[in-house]
């Protein structure tokens, strides 16, 4: 089994937690330029990614307890139709 968290000499990649929403709105607003989020939009899209079964994930990049980075993992709803 995998560990949760990853350290690599300088930085660790873990799951986001609970508390570092607005946090993690600042850093995706830094980098993506197509329109702000804010902490409350991406825990909203975390929950119902999972209340609709399908995978989703945050993952932070930590340097010194600061979060450096982040990777969302989520699906559109919209890609998933049966024939």
């Not at 939009?41 to 990049?61: M, N």
Request: glycine share 8%.
């Amino acid at each position: 089994m995998m560990s949760a968290e990853l350290h690599i000499p300088g930085f660790s990649i873990r799951r986001i937690t609970p508390d570092e929403w607005d946090t993690a709105a600042q850093v995706w607003n830094q980098a993506v330029s197509h329109g702000p989020v804010t902490g409350e939009d991406l825990r909203k899209r975390d929950a119902e990614q999972h209340s609709w079964g399908y995978t989703a994930f945050t993952l932070a990049v930590v340097d010194r307890e600061q979060i450096a980075g982040l990777a969302s993992v989520y699906q559109n709803p919209g890609m998933c139709r049966s024939s």
